[in-house]
């Protein structure tokens, strides 16, 4: 399921990430590619111990988890706290995956990367190219969103960032171990849920949104791995 989740980040956010990321310590992205990936990485990130990274990473973090669409679609049993990422000078990501299983820096743990999110700290107006690229069987879904924004794909896509040729493009982006392992069973779930938010109101439909919520925690139970 791709989502496009608008919104993520208000003015401020995106305000304090742009002012703080403007003099943050840029560092080649590729220190973090695998060996397939890092012929065609060409960008710049900020390393995960940078107290910037950390302390927007953080920001980035909360507003997910305040995020009802995030919540609903992701399902999410572990977010890794994001990273941040700038393309500029005809920087680009070609054609890559994403590791299925990723460290959670400083620890000895790993999770499963069911879901990978980026959110948009550039206003498209101020870029030219910078589309991420998803494969899929019509060719592939081109996207480009207002800063603010985000977009849930999954994970095992081979996608890409097309070179930007004009400005610059930051970008925060990380990965997210589901609840449910598969992408059908979770795009049912918030398919669901966003049918249940439509009910009306009121006693009448109350019998029905408390049978259907029943259901929906059934369905859950069914598939849910912690
Ligand atoms: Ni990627």
């Avoid at 997210?176 to 439909?205: C, M």
Wanted: hydrophobic share 45%; aromatic share 8%.
């Amino acid at each position: 399921m791709l989502l496009h989740i608008p919104g993520v980040l208000g003015g401020d956010d995106l305000a304090e990430c742009r002012a703080a990321l403007r003099d943050a310590a840029w560092t080649d992205g590729r220190g973090t590619a695998g060996f397939l990936s890092a012929p065609v990485k060409h960008n710049a990130q900020l390393h995960w111990q940078d107290p910037v990274a950390i302390r927007l990473g953080e920001l980035v973090r909360a507003r997910l988890e305040q995020s009802p669409l995030f919540l609903s679609a992701a399902l999410p049993a572990a977010i890794l706290p994001p990273l941040f990422n700038r393309y500029a000078g005809g920087d680009y990501y070609g054609p890559h995956i994403d590791g299925a299983l990723r460290p959670i820096d400083g620890t000895n743990r790993r999770i499963r990367t069911d879901l990978s999110i980026t959110v948009m700290l550039s206003d498209p107006a101020g870029y030219d190219g910078g589309e991420l690229v998803i494969e899929d069987l019509l060719g592939g879904r081109t996207i480009k969103l207002p800063a603010g924004d985000a977009i849930v794909y999954p994970a095992n896509t081979i996608h890409e960032v097309t070179p930007v040729t004009r400005g610059e493009r930051l970008a925060a982006f990380t990965w997210i171990q589901s609840v449910v392992r598969d992408d059908a069973d979770r795009q049912l779930l918030f398919e669901f849920d966003a049918a249940l938010q439509k009910l009306p109101s009121g006693a009448e439909a109350d019998g029905a949104r408390l049978q259907l919520t029943n259901l929906y925690h059934r369905l859950l139970r069914r598939w849910a791995e912690l």
